[in-house]
């Protein structure tokens, strides 16, 4: 009887231990999901709030990317904003940044995700639309996931879209700073 006890309390023990350990790495991976949503809805939200902080909140200090195109940090991140508030003062436009089929993978402090992008830049001059594979890798601090570093490869999914040979930062500066520029030429002859 006393083995048969035994047996049970270890039981109901190594499940609870199991449980609570299954339910914090799907809390932890629920947590990683957010930020790259977050990341997205920020980017979406930018054109209406112009709040930097809203998307760079999501960011090391020391955050890098590549794509395929250029390397980036969080200064091009930055310079990237700046540059979209400046072109959203002369046009009108629309962000969608929609993220999809988000596979996250943690281990402690470190967690590594893969998903696809897509996103559209609406604008008087018309639009234009990128799709990307992408991996991230995240760290924890002391309270949330972070970006330490995302690589993403675009495929081109639309054909005469001008945008589909280049970087998503690359693209949305390029395609806004030559709408600006194109009008401002105009404005000179």
């Avoid at 947590?31 to 709040?51: L, N, S």
């Avoid at 990317?65 to 979209?84: A, C, F, M, Y």
């Avoid at 991996?135 to 639309?158: G, N, V």
Wanted: with cysteine; net charge negative; hydrophobic share 40%.
């Amino acid at each position: 009887m006393n083995n048969l006890i035994f047996v049970t309390v270890a039981t109901v023990t190594m499940f609870g231990m199991w449980a609570s350990h299954s339910a914090g790495a799907d809390s932890e991976e629920a947590g990683v999901r957010q930020v790259i949503v977050g990341v997205a809805d920020a980017a979406t939200a930018f054109p209406r709030t112009k709040d930097h902080d809203s998307v760079l909140r999501f960011f090391a200090k020391d955050f890098s990317s590549i794509d395929d195109v250029e390397q980036g940090s969080i200064q091009n991140l930055e310079h990237t904003l700046g540059q979209l508030e400046r072109d959203l003062a002369d046009d009108a436009l629309t962000i969608t940044d929609r993220v999809s089929d988000i596979v996250v993978h943690v281990v402690g402090s470190i967690a590594w995700s893969t998903y696809k992008e897509k996103l559209t830049i609406v604008h008087r001059d018309g639009t234009a639309e990128d799709e990307s594979l992408c991996t991230a890798i995240f760290i924890k601090t002391d309270t949330r996931w972070l970006y330490q570093h995302e690589h993403c490869s675009s495929y081109p999914t639309m054909p005469a879209t001008d945008l589909q040979d280049s970087s998503q930062l690359t693209r949305i500066e390029s395609h806004l700073s030559q709408g600006v520029s194109g009008r401002l030429l105009q404005k000179g002859e």
